[in-house]
T-cell receptor, first 114, second 112 residues
Framework: GENVEQHPSTLSVQEGDSAVIKCTYS??????FPWYKQELGKGPQLIID?????GEKKDQRIAVTLNKTAKHFSLHITETQPEDSAVYFC?????????????FGTGTKLQVIP | GAGVSQSPSNKVTEKGKDVELRCDPI?????LYWYRQRLGQGLEFLIY????????KSGLPSDRFSAERTGESVSTLTIQRTQQEDSAVYLC??????????FGNGTRLTVT
């Protein structure tokens, strides 16, 4: 089955700096890659996603890049703010018109230092 | 509209007891997933339901774990003869066709 690896497990940045989180996946048939943010005591919330027919997607301060050949994708957060502090999860799945198991990475705890 | 609702939000039980966790998905979402999240860990897939198809149970860790779903509505996750290693947050998520997962806030289970 699919295996998703995520690095780093913890990340501390100064407010205003950029943060980058990287993930690799094993199944070349995976074609949908969402990113989730989990705040303390809450369920994960989708922040951005990308499909395999696109190499990059941006939404304000957040961007995701995908390299299908290397089977890795990354989350980039620019101009970080204290409210960006949370645990971030990447995920991969094979969406082929039906519903598939979504495999998550192990998470990155991001701390933004004011 | 309402999001995914899970109950109870917290559950403390004695080792050896059975527990039932409930998930109310978003109305109209045909797929429903259960994940387990141990303290400080990632999301461990347990089971997913897809409409009226047979569920994918490949993530259930032992035969003490089972789940049911009635049609496209409520799901219950049952853990029999609970063990201390079952202590975790159990997350439910639902989705409609070609949409991302929407998670509830989870049930925090503590087995004493």
């Amino acid at each position: 089955g699919e295996n998703v690896e995520q690095h780093p497990s913890t990340l501390s940045v100064q407010e205003g700096d950029s943060a980058v989180i990287k993930c690799t996946y094993s199944d070349s048939a995976s074609n949908y890659f969402p990113w989730y943010k989990q705040e303390l005591g809450k369920g994960p919330q989708l922040i951005i996603d990308i499909r395999s027919n696109v190499g990059e997607k941006k939404d304000q301060r957040i961007a995701v890049t995908l390299n299908k050949t290397a089977k890795h994708f990354s989350l980039h957060i620019t101009e970080t703010q204290p409210e960006d502090s949370a645990v971030y999860f990447c995920a991969a799945s094979k969406d082929s018109g039906g519903y598939q198991k979504v495999t998550f990475g192990t998470g990155t705890k991001l701390q933004v230092i004011p | 509209g309402a999001g995914v609702s899970q109950s109870p939000s917290n559950k403390v039980t004695e080792k050896g007891k059975d527990v039932e966790l409930r998930c109310d998905p978003i109305s109209g979402h045909t797929a429903l997933y259960w994940y387990r999240q141990r303290l400080g860990q990632g999301l461990e897939f347990l089971i997913y339901f897809q409409g009226n198809s047979a569920p994918d149970k490949s993530g259930l860790p032992s035969d003490r774990f089972s789940a049911e779903r009635t049609g496209e509505s409520v799901s219950t996750l049952t853990i029999q003869r609970t063990q201390q290693e079952d202590s975790a947050v159990y997350l439910c998520a639902s989705r409609s066709y070609n949409s991302p997962l929407h998670f509830g806030n989870g049930t925090r289970l503590t087995v004493t």
